[in-house]
């Protein structure tokens, strides 16, 4: 039975004060009974904080993105050895903004997993489709170009230390939510793509989590699907009630 995990994506909210209040009220809330894994991805000036702050709890860190080399001239960027140290566990890669706005591509995507896992470093990699792919009915398609060219080169046993997160991207930030079917079905097709690139056994471990708009309202509804382990949440995580009423549902 795979396990339930709930990641907040905190983006660009929340300076240094306002990320201690969150993980506090976060915490204070959650107690130390989780059955679900639960992760917080603050903005990179507050990791080393919520580190701390996170210690002897459940709560798991993770960043927001990372850069493919070790090292080197690439200014404004961050790389794996100073996620580890301030105390990441997981990085988000691939998310639907970092391909839109900063022209990720899979080809990056793809270097960037693999220097994640190869580093130590757990990955949620986030793969969806557009409204217009949606509408021209290619989901299917481009869910599964971005599986193929993303886990290139990734072995089965690094799959394990990866968190498939699907996020229609006509439904991240818009209020617009998937329905659980429409969810679902996609989580499915997901699984079945990686038991043809792996294996049956590989797939049925996968965690693949649904974002896009997840809200206390919407959460059990979708986490009740079978294929859908977890949500990957944006607006609603910025509110310590809303994030744990989330994680409750799971
Ligand atoms: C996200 O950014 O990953 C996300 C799902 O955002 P929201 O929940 O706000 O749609």
Redesign the pocket.
Known sequence: MRKKVIAG?W?MNNDLSESQNLVSGIISGLGNDTKCDVIVCPPFTSLSEVNTLIKDTPVKLGAQNMHYEDSGAFTGEISNSMLKSVGCEYVIIG?S?RRTIFGENDEMINKKNKKALESGLKVIF?IGESLEQREEGITNEVVKKQIVNGLMNVTPDDLMNIII?Y?PVW????GKTATPEQAQEVHSFIRGQIENIYSKESSENLQIQY????KPENAATLLSQPDIDGA??????LKADSFLSIIASA
Do not use: F, P, R, W
Not at 171 to 174: D, E, K, S, V
């Open positions: 994506n983006k998310h903004e986030c997160a996020e439904a991240i930030g818009t974002g896009g708009s997840v990957l949440v944006g607006g609603a995580c």
